[in-house]
């Protein structure tokens, strides 16, 4: 899986430091070593989301290893807190579309890549397991990260396991196109 509720955080060692992330065996079994984990944020604050390297995995115990995880997570686990768990996203594909960072020449950095799906009719499109980082344009009207644009019935289209970060507008937009699956994504 893309992502799941934290289950449980742990300490591996005697002082203390919260490093092992319980995701379930499946989602260890998932993930590899070096992938970049993003976790949402516990509380209100949206400035409270963290992001951190997977040092190790040890699927037997269903557990991701990292160097540390601020203490605030073991606070909203299903353990503690089952409908408001933290989710944890591993947000490495294969496949990356990556936009220049050259906007931030200009001193606001909002002006990123964009994916346009455009009139595309009875085309079946299919975005799956994509990484796409610096897209969406801020201020400039129809310039998502993903946008289906007046394609009308695309019936089987999908957009699935993808990851849009960091999004400068929005995340995926559907707009006069219709019949689309849009599942398991992940956008911030």
Known sequence: PSWVRLQD?????????LNRVVVGKHA??????????????PDWSLDNTFSTTVLDIDVALGEIIVESIPPVFAYVTILTAPDYAVEVATINRSIILD?????????????????????????IQIIEGVEINNFGQQGNLGRYPIHFHMSGDVSGSIISKNVVHPSNLCGFVIHNSRNIQVADNRHF
């Open 28 to 41: 260890a079994s998932c993930w590899n070593v070096g992938d970049t984990i993003f976790l949402t944020s």
């Open 99 to 123: 936009a220049d960072d050259d906007d931030f020449q200009n001193g606001d950095g909002f002006l990123g890549g964009h994916l346009i799906i455009y009139h595309t009719p009875n085309v």
């Open 9 to 17: 955080l742990k300490s591996s060692d005697t002082d203390r430091v």
